[in-house]
């Protein structure tokens, strides 16, 4: 890669063709669809995809950008949403609307049979139901900050990721736009059962998410049966370029989704330090976002998109890596770029140990936690959420969420009961992580079900950073499905957290804190057994730790 990255290969086409239509559905619901077509004659290969949200503006000027290079390019308004008729149920009609377009734009005159399917966020997702449920249905699939993993993105080991899937349904409940819903969102986080508060949140019951928002474990019908296992990227046979962010909604399920794609040799991820709209929230330096193999710098990846669609539909020599993972070293200030992800580690293990108090606990690579510690943790006053990844109301400033990102924290501890610190020595050399990082705990609980967790945080210069956090639930301790639990009983949990890379610099210090909650990235456990969705009382819990232990994945090698 040169020392400066290439930007947009120039224009090379006008706009000739700018074109309306309402096209029929498989059951003759009109959805409406707008294409263009370049000014020479064809046929060319097409970018399509459908949008559930008004944003025709911002795709139209991507249409251009196409169009102008050599590309048609088709949108559609999806079901009940736009233009279009119809009712909206996502995920519901996704698979046989999307298939019903390609199959239009591939018997139109100026279509050459090639098609590419781009996305954003549920622009994505409906061309990955597209892809997953038809091998042949399309070409190339380029989903940024989305993948095909629904409960990931739903939940935490049972607890509902409310500030994704709650704030998410606020805004979409159904065939109307309801995004400055921030007062609606955040009273409907006050009523129990959860399975209730879209009566606030939406002003009536909104039947999918019910559906959801009751499934906590992932052995569920809902996410085992029906359209969700289909909806797979390991039922991808196709190239995909997916372009993710660290402090993203989705980056958990994009590892999943790459981890598990038939055709990963042939594919592509970039990950930047994004949130979901294109944000890199940070309160320390993000050195070298725009250096060599940045794409620009920017979640779009416009030059790199172009480059991925140039190389395999229109055979020009591609300008950057075709495949593999440009990685964004958070801290680092430098783009990697790897054959996979993670690249080859070894687990570095610090455990922790008690000080004087719960605040004053330390993180050794010999240590061990004695004696046991405790704390009180109460559902009515949950740790409250901030920074990190998979919060996608923060990224949307009118709904009023937590921020996501690597965000300045004030010190918690000892102002709250509910937690524990341990803190490492300052390190004496970088630390370059890559990977999920995971805490092993020996707990108990006094609760018939509970949740425990860890926050990870840099301290630099006597201020703490938020980098990531992981919780998990007693009955789901082993992933599911559901484990019986009896209060006092000591059993082992591991705690994994989203994925990241980063560098630690000489000085810097790792920090935990041991908890049960953070709200309302997580549901607050209410500490009662069942469906936590169906729970109308709440109860504290005493939970003792009787053993931490933080595992790192530390780089071996730069490939």
Not at 34 to 53: A, K, L
Not at 60 to 85: K, M, P, W
Not at 396 to 419: A, Q, S, W
Request: include cysteine; aromatic fraction near 10%.
């Amino acid at each position: 890669m040169s020392a400066t990255d290439p930007g947009l290969p120039p224009a090379t086409h006008e706009v000739a063709e700018l074109r309306r239509a309402d096209l029929p559905a498989p059951d003759g619901v009109p959805l409406a669809t707008t294409w263009y077509i370049p000014s020479v004659e064809g046929p060319f290969p097409t970018v399509v995809t459908r949008v559930p949200y008004p944003m025709d503006f911002l795709l139209d000027g991507q249409c251009r950008i196409l169009v102008t290079r050599g590309y048609a390019c088709v949108y559609q308004h999806t079901r009940g949403r736009g233009r279009s008729g119809g009712k909206w149920v996502p995920f519901y009609n996704e698979e046989g609307d999307g298939r019903s377009l390609v199959q239009w734009i591939r018997e139109q005159p100026w279509s050459n049979q090639k098609v590419a399917w781009i996305g954003d966020s549920y622009l994505a997702a409906t061309g990955w139901t597209v892809a997953a449920g038809d091998p042949d249905g399309v070409d190339l699939l380029i989903s940024r900050h989305f993948a095909p993993s629904l409960y990931t993105s739903a939940f935490e080991s049972g607890l509902a990721r409310h500030e994704l899937l709650t704030a998410w349904m606020t805004m979409m409940p159904d065939e109307q736009n309801r995004f400055f819903g921030a007062g609606r969102y955040h009273r409907a986080l006050k009523v129990r059962p959860r399975t209730r508060l879209d009566e606030v949140a939406a002003g009536h019951p909104v039947e999918w998410y019910r559906q959801w928002i009751s499934a906590e474990d992932p052995t569920s019908p809902v996410w085992t049966t029906g359209d969700a296992p289909r909806l797979s990227a390991a039922n991808t046979q196709l190239p995909v370029m997916m372009v993710g962010g660290w402090s993203d909604a989705f980056i958990e399920a994009q590892l999943k989704a790459w981890q598990e794609l038939p055709r990963r040799a042939e594919s592509l991820w970039v990950i930047g330090p994004w949130a979901h709209l294109g944000q890199a929230p940070a309160d320390f330096p993000l050195e070298g976002l725009d250096g060599p193999g940045s794409g620009g710098g920017q979640m779009v990846q416009f030059p790199r998109v172009l480059d991925w669609l140039d190389s395999h539909l229109s055979g020009k020599a591609a300008r950057y890596p075709s495949h593999g993972v440009a990685s964004y070293v958070v801290g680092g200030g430098r783009w990697e770029q790897y054959p996979d992800w993670p690249p080859p580690t070894t687990e570095r293990r610090w455990g922790a140990r008690a000080g004087s108090g719960p605040c004053d606990g330390s993180l050794g690579e010999e240590a061990e936690l004695s004696p046991s510690l405790s704390y009180l943790y109460d559902p009515e006053n949950p740790l409250p959420s901030r920074g990190g990844a998979g919060l996608l109301a923060g990224a949307i400033f009118f709904m009023n969420g937590v921020p996501p990102g690597f965000l300045k924290m004030d010190n918690l501890c000892p102002r709250r009961e509910d937690l524990l610190r341990f803190a490492g020595e300052p390190l004496e050399a970088p630390l370059h992580l890559a990977g999920v990082f995971r805490a092993e705990l020996e707990v108990s609980s006094d609760a018939p079900d509970s949740a425990f967790g860890f926050r990870l945080m840099l301290e630099r210069k006597g201020s703490a950073y938020m980098l990531r956090e992981g919780f998990t639930t007693l009955a789901l301790r082993e992933g599911g499905p559901r484990l019986p639990y009896s209060p006092g009983e000591r059993v082992r949990l591991s705690v994994d957290t989203a994925p990241l890379e980063m560098e630690f610099q000489p000085g810097d210090q790792i920090v935990i804190y041991i908890t049960s909650s953070s709200f309302p990235a997580y549901e607050a456990h209410p500490n009662q057994g069942g469906i936590l969705a169906e729970a109308t009382t709440t109860r504290p819990a005493q939970q003792a730790i009787y053993a931490a232990t933080l595992i790192l994945p530390e780089v071996t090698a730069a490939l």
